[in-house]
């Protein structure tokens, strides 16, 4: 994510444009993660939906993977839909092909 | 009469055309600037003193008017536009002209005439001034993009008001006077029957002029549209008002309203997918903007008394928080030139009071527990487990998976993270960072005070400005717990995203949107209809020019010096002709007598 260009514009170094900090963050997250998922062990929800067996607000881990599985599908989703809907940045400047009428 | 000019809409309108008035020599810019800060702090400060009711009345063609009618929906979105108004003046004092904040207090001013608006003319009335004041904070960014977006901006707000004035027309028609809201709810059945079903044609013209300016799907691209080509500062006095006034409007007419939900729950859903491909950060926002407003509008749609909270603190909450964030990309827009995340990173390090602060506006728009819309979207989640819906609830939370994820996490990552671009620039100019800091504060407090009630018994004084009583804790342990894991899965998913390149990458590029059909479409076939006319007119011209040739020929030929008609004809053979005519008729005449 982060390039090695610290000090290129004879700036200081920042913390973060070394690569493995990066990775630390990432891995730190992970770690969040995984703390967030087992918090889902320390308390009792109460399931407002009968839907999907009571899963779907009162199950084990609902919430962590509804979150990942929606977020990383939409990306994905999003990215297909460059196919059709995008343009150069001067497409609605562009008028006719053919000159002015 | 004092009555009248006080008024928070006249009062504001008024004061920013006086302002502009005065001579530069008279007025020095400090002195304006604090007049113009003045005008919103005190019209809130007399607002704060009135009861509920109907004040500044008058007479207009023979219909009474009500300029001011305070209850409790009206007065919670009269606090956030004067809020706004101010934050927004402050934030534009970074240029020396202060044609944009007059612009934007006048246009605050019509913005508060439409919510205390007593009646429907009136509103109507600050509904058109508002668009018309609108449309100059879009043209004031003085480039191309930004006259033909304002132009297309302001087509739209005039469809608005056409449907709203032949709404109102039909429903003056039918009630006989100005209509008010109550003659307005009377007429649509809405007590009687919970809905009106679109089965009266006034109710459904005004219906699609409030959720034009609400921005409902597919009429929602001048949004998209329009505010990004705005300035810093526009873009920040847009953002607040029309969108806002609008739900304010649904929420007035059309409470409980079924069909809102699902058009609600589309449009939290589908300007996701558009804010993850797109480039420029400012229209993310606006299709972020578009996102919130859906929850909103469902808000309305479930229509109990905690769904209608929750509409209104969204409404309040966004104001501020999606405030902050267009001032955080305005500042890097002031400071880079673009908002391109094709172009940007790295920023923190130039910026760093304004990341901070960005960073802020992020979390409160995601809603993390702490900030402000985990203490206002919260309520419309509930209202609709309370009753039981299913899949909006799952719709609802896939949309709040993604609202974190392109406005809370891609917004301040390609501006002030990502790989460094190279680009060093100076920190924001103070007065953005001062109007960005009360936004951010403004958020974070909405987020702390059921916090401060829970724990040390404080009267939730955000809860209390809402129209129906609050009975609801927001920091349940599920509650947080659900909500963070939901967002920390959803920032797992963009880092394994990005790590493993599946990320698509920021492209200089433009997304087809619903504003295509008009703009290409709708273009080409105006310019197919404009170019068949002109082959028409000139064929027609070619043809009617060739009968008139023609004739004119034939004309000449027999009327002219050589023609038969036209020639000089000699005494003798007139003679000759006459007499043979005489004899004709007496053979005739001969003839006939016998």
Redesign the interface.
Request: net charge positive; charged share 15%; with cysteine.
């Given at each position: 994510?982060?390039?090695h260009?610290?000090g290129?514009?004879g700036?200081k170094s920042?913390w973060?444009?070394r690569k493995q900090n990066v990775a630390k963050v990432?891995y730190a997250?992970?770690a969040?993660?995984v703390l967030?998922?087992a918090?889902?062990f320390l308390?009792k929800?109460?399931a407002?939906?009968d839907?999907w067996g009571g899963w779907?607000?009162g199950g084990f881990g609902f919430?962590?993977?509804?979150?990942?599985?929606?977020?990383?599908l939409?990306?994905?989703?999003?990215?297909q839909?460059?196919r059709?809907?995008?343009?150069?940045?001067d497409?609605?400047?562009r008028?006719?092909d053919g000159g002015a009428? | 009469m004092a009555e009248l000019l006080l008024s928070p809409p006249l009062l504001l309108m008024l004061g920013s055309v006086v302002l502009a008035a005065a001579p530069r020599n008279v007025l020095p810019r400090t002195v304006l600037r604090a007049l113009l800060l003045a005008l919103p702090v005190y019209s809130l400060w007399r607002f704060w003193g009135l009861d509920f009711g109907d004040y500044a009345q008058f007479e207009l063609f023979g219909q009474t008017l009500t300029l001011v009618r305070i209850d409790p929906l009206s007065r919670i979105f009269v606090v956030i536009f004067h809020l706004a108004a101010l934050i927004g003046s402050v934030y534009s004092f970074y240029v020396k002209d202060n044609f944009q904040p007059l612009v934007g207090v006048f246009y605050a001013g019509s913005a508060l005439g439409v919510v205390l608006a007593g009646d429907l003319w009136t509103l109507f009335l600050f509904w058109e001034v508002a668009a018309v004041s609108s449309a100059l904070l879009v043209w004031v960014r003085r480039s191309g993009r930004a006259a033909g977006a304002g132009l297309r901006y302001l087509g739209m707000q005039m469809v608005s008001g056409v449907l709203l004035l032949a709404g109102i027309v039909l429903l003056r028609h039918e009630v006989g006077a100005a209509p008010g809201w109550a003659e307005f709810r009377n007429l649509t059945g809405f007590l009687e029957n919970g809905g009106l079903g679109f089965s009266n044609l006034a109710a459904t013209l005004i219906f699609l002029a409030f959720g034009l300016k609400a921005a409902f799907p597919l009429l929602h691209s001048w949004l998209i549209d329009a505010y990004p080509e705005s300035t810093p500062a526009g873009a920040v006095f847009l953002s607040a008002f029309t969108t806002k006034f609008a739900i304010y409007a649904l929420a007035r007419a059309f409470p409980g309203q079924s069909e809102l939900i699902w058009i609600g729950a589309l449009m939290t859903a589908f300007p996701i997918f558009f804010a993850v491909i797109e480039n420029d950060l400012r229209r993310v926002l606006a299709y972020s903007m578009t996102n919130q407003l859906g929850f909103m509008v469902v808000g309305i749609g479930i229509g109990t008394e905690l769904a209608i909270n929750g509409a209104v603190a969204h409404a309040f909450a966004d104001i501020l928080f999606k405030g902050l964030l267009f001032m955080a990309m305005g500042a890097v827009l002031y400071r880079v030139g673009h908002v391109n995340g094709s172009d940007l990173g790295g920023l923190y390090k130039s910026m760093p009071i304004t990341t901070g602060l960005c960073i802020v506006g992020a979390a409160s728009i995601s809603a993390f527990p702490l900030f402000s819309a985990f203490a206002t979207k919260s309520l419309i989640m509930s209202a609709a487990v309370y009753k039981e819906y299913f899949w909006l609830w799952l719709v609802l939370l896939f949309a709040s998976a993604g609202v974190f994820h392109h406005a809370g996490i891609k917004i301040p990552f390609f501006a002030f993270f990502h790989h460094d671009s190279g680009i060093r620039c100076k920190e924001a100019p103070r007065s953005m960072i001062v109007a960005m800091v009360l936004a951010a504060a403004a958020s974070m407090a909405i987020g702390l005070f059921p916090l401060a009630e829970m724990w040390f018994g404080v009267a939730n004084p955000f809860y209390a400005l809402l129209p129906y009583p609050v009975d609801y804790d927001v920091y349940t342990t599920t509650h947080v717990i659900t909500q963070s894991q939901l967002l920390f899965f959803s920032a797992l998913a963009f880092a394994t995203l990005m790590r493993t390149g599946l990320y698509p990458p920021e492209l200089r590029s433009v997304n087809l949107d619903a504003d295509w059909l008009y703009r290409r479409v709708g273009y080409r076939v105006w310019d197919g209809v404009a170019t068949a006319f002109v082959a028409l007119h000139r064929a027609g011209y070619a043809v009617a020019g060739r009968i008139a040739a023609s004739a004119l020929a034939t004309a000449q030929r027999h009327l002219g010096p050589q023609g038969l008609l036209g020639r000089s004809w000699l005494t003798a053979s007139m003679t000759l002709w006459v007499a043979l005519l005489l004899a004709a008729y007496l053979v005739v005449f001969y003839w006939r007598l016998k």
């Amino acid at each position: 994510m982060a390039h090695h260009d610290h000090g290129k514009h004879g700036g200081k170094s920042y913390w973060l444009d070394r690569k493995q900090n990066v990775a630390k963050v990432f891995y730190a997250l992970i770690a969040v993660d995984v703390l967030w998922l087992a918090a889902d062990f320390l308390y009792k929800k109460k399931a407002e939906f009968d839907a999907w067996g009571g899963w779907a607000d009162g199950g084990f881990g609902f919430y962590p993977v509804y979150g990942f599985v929606g977020a990383f599908l939409l990306v994905l989703a999003a990215k297909q839909m460059r196919r059709v809907l995008m343009r150069s940045e001067d497409y609605y400047e562009r008028r006719r092909d053919g000159g002015a009428s | 009469m004092a009555e009248l000019l006080l008024s928070p809409p006249l009062l504001l309108m008024l004061g920013s055309v006086v302002l502009a008035a005065a001579p530069r020599n008279v007025l020095p810019r400090t002195v304006l600037r604090a007049l113009l800060l003045a005008l919103p702090v005190y019209s809130l400060w007399r607002f704060w003193g009135l009861d509920f009711g109907d004040y500044a009345q008058f007479e207009l063609f023979g219909q009474t008017l009500t300029l001011v009618r305070i209850d409790p929906l009206s007065r919670i979105f009269v606090v956030i536009f004067h809020l706004a108004a101010l934050i927004g003046s402050v934030y534009s004092f970074y240029v020396k002209d202060n044609f944009q904040p007059l612009v934007g207090v006048f246009y605050a001013g019509s913005a508060l005439g439409v919510v205390l608006a007593g009646d429907l003319w009136t509103l109507f009335l600050f509904w058109e001034v508002a668009a018309v004041s609108s449309a100059l904070l879009v043209w004031v960014r003085r480039s191309g993009r930004a006259a033909g977006a304002g132009l297309r901006y302001l087509g739209m707000q005039m469809v608005s008001g056409v449907l709203l004035l032949a709404g109102i027309v039909l429903l003056r028609h039918e009630v006989g006077a100005a209509p008010g809201w109550a003659e307005f709810r009377n007429l649509t059945g809405f007590l009687e029957n919970g809905g009106l079903g679109f089965s009266n044609l006034a109710a459904t013209l005004i219906f699609l002029a409030f959720g034009l300016k609400a921005a409902f799907p597919l009429l929602h691209s001048w949004l998209i549209d329009a505010y990004p080509e705005s300035t810093p500062a526009g873009a920040v006095f847009l953002s607040a008002f029309t969108t806002k006034f609008a739900i304010y409007a649904l929420a007035r007419a059309f409470p409980g309203q079924s069909e809102l939900i699902w058009i609600g729950a589309l449009m939290t859903a589908f300007p996701i997918f558009f804010a993850v491909i797109e480039n420029d950060l400012r229209r993310v926002l606006a299709y972020s903007m578009t996102n919130q407003l859906g929850f909103m509008v469902v808000g309305i749609g479930i229509g109990t008394e905690l769904a209608i909270n929750g509409a209104v603190a969204h409404a309040f909450a966004d104001i501020l928080f999606k405030g902050l964030l267009f001032m955080a990309m305005g500042a890097v827009l002031y400071r880079v030139g673009h908002v391109n995340g094709s172009d940007l990173g790295g920023l923190y390090k130039s910026m760093p009071i304004t990341t901070g602060l960005c960073i802020v506006g992020a979390a409160s728009i995601s809603a993390f527990p702490l900030f402000s819309a985990f203490a206002t979207k919260s309520l419309i989640m509930s209202a609709a487990v309370y009753k039981e819906y299913f899949w909006l609830w799952l719709v609802l939370l896939f949309a709040s998976a993604g609202v974190f994820h392109h406005a809370g996490i891609k917004i301040p990552f390609f501006a002030f993270f990502h790989h460094d671009s190279g680009i060093r620039c100076k920190e924001a100019p103070r007065s953005m960072i001062v109007a960005m800091v009360l936004a951010a504060a403004a958020s974070m407090a909405i987020g702390l005070f059921p916090l401060a009630e829970m724990w040390f018994g404080v009267a939730n004084p955000f809860y209390a400005l809402l129209p129906y009583p609050v009975d609801y804790d927001v920091y349940t342990t599920t509650h947080v717990i659900t909500q963070s894991q939901l967002l920390f899965f959803s920032a797992l998913a963009f880092a394994t995203l990005m790590r493993t390149g599946l990320y698509p990458p920021e492209l200089r590029s433009v997304n087809l949107d619903a504003d295509w059909l008009y703009r290409r479409v709708g273009y080409r076939v105006w310019d197919g209809v404009a170019t068949a006319f002109v082959a028409l007119h000139r064929a027609g011209y070619a043809v009617a020019g060739r009968i008139a040739a023609s004739a004119l020929a034939t004309a000449q030929r027999h009327l002219g010096p050589q023609g038969l008609l036209g020639r000089s004809w000699l005494t003798a053979s007139m003679t000759l002709w006459v007499a043979l005519l005489l004899a004709a008729y007496l053979v005739v005449f001969y003839w006939r007598l016998k």
